[in-house]
């Protein structure tokens, strides 16, 4: 078997970013995190319940790779992660931020 790889690398890491979210008992909302750059890379995690949603630069908007807490992983394309070079941040919709659960997120610019 042949292979054949191209790697191209025009970006260095020159940001990284790390925060933590609590939300309440309230109503989830489409949230917008300001992080200073344009992600390329975003990990959004449940910490509460152990899912995850990875976002990586060229995907579309509101996409993720969903990450259950059992392992399995699946392409989302509605309620997933949009990068926003405009903002400088990431947005996620409500349906991935439900109520009184703790998140941290991970960006790389």
Avoid: C
Wanted: proline fraction near 2%.
């Amino acid at each position: 078997m042949a292979l054949t790889t191209n790697t191209v690398s025009h970006h260095q890491v020159r940001n990284q970013s790390l925060g933590r979210v609590v939300t309440d008992a309230g109503a989830a909302a489409d949230t917008t995190f300001v992080v200073g750059y344009a992600p390329r890379i975003v990990r959004f995690i449940n910490l509460t319940d152990g899912n995850m949603l990875e976002w990586f630069e060229g995907m579309a908007a509101d996409s993720a790779v969903q990450t259950t807490a059992a392992g399995a992983r699946s392409l989302i394309t509605t309620a997933g992660i949009t990068a926003n070079a405009t903002l400088n941040g990431f947005s996620v919709k409500a349906a991935s931020i439900p109520a009184s659960k703790t998140f941290t997120y991970e960006t790389v610019g």
